[in-house]
């Protein structure tokens, strides 16, 4: 089987490389479209306009399944995308949830790009997990670029964290797979005091189970219909 990854940039590679890991009889395809960095800046309709031509392009290569390791992408676009591209797509999209039910203090921090802080996912999200819950969400709008590029400014990246920290933060969400690169140094600085969490073994768990759906409604004489995942 071909699993097709997708991400804006090289964020994408950590979950690229976690599914590799569980799935090493299985061929894993990653695209990306460093061209037209940063996606957390884009409207809808011009990340529809981008992402939609290189997803079926993955399918015309063979990718029987799609992650899409982006959470700009998932909590925008990913409805459209499902009605357009033939094939399973299984998205990513802040781990509020957890972070809400793991909190002690009643304080989160979601770092996240400004259009997936903006979309109406997540807002369902925190109005449906988090509503009892501070929810703190730091300017993190050069991470991603800062990351790319390979100029990761520390001072810039513990500012955001210790601010968090300081103003109570337990529990930090990493809501863009570029952060997972930067992951053990939020760590660091947070140390005791926040646990920081992303979903790379949430997304393999999940893919784990669309592929079983697959191969349980596939078969002699059946036709695969996907249910669509998060």
């Known amino acids: 089987m071909k699993i097709g990854v997708f991400d804006s940039g090289l964020g994408g590679l950590s979950v690229a490389n976690a599914i590799t890991a569980a799935f090493p009889s299985e061929q894993v395809i990653y695209r990306e479209d460093r061209q037209h960095l940063p996606y957390g800046t884009k409207t809808a309709d011009e990340l529809l306009r981008l992402v939609l031509p290189i997803l079926q392009s993955m399918t015309d290569e063979g990718c029987e399944v799609i992650v899409i390791a982006c959470n700009t992408v998932t909590t925008t676009i990913i409805g459209e995308l499902r009605q357009k591209v033939a094939v399973p797509l299984v998205g990513i999209e802040p781990m509020v949830k957890p972070a809400a039910q793991h909190t002690k203090s009643g304080v989160i921090a979601v770092c996240a790009t400004p259009a997936t802080l903006a979309s109406a996912r997540y807002k369902q999200l925190k ?41 109570g933060a337990d529990t930090i969400v990493l809501g863009c797979t570029h952060y997972h690169w930067i992951e053990e140094t939020i760590k660091h600085i947070a140390g005791d005091r926040a646990k920081v969490i992303q979903p790379e073994a949430a997304i393999v768990a999940q893919l784990k189970k669309v592929i079983t759906q697959m191969h349980e409604q596939t078969g002699p004489g059946s036709s695969f219909e996907p249910k669509h995942s998060l």
């Not at 730091?138 to 500012?159: G, L």
């Open 127 to 167: 109005e449906e997990f988090a509503a009892d819950i501070k929810v703190l969400e730091p300017d993190c709008s050069d991470w991603s670029e800062m990351i790319e590029n390979n100029q990761i400014n520390y001072h810039r990246v513990a500012e955001r964290i210790e601010s968090v920290c300081q103003n």
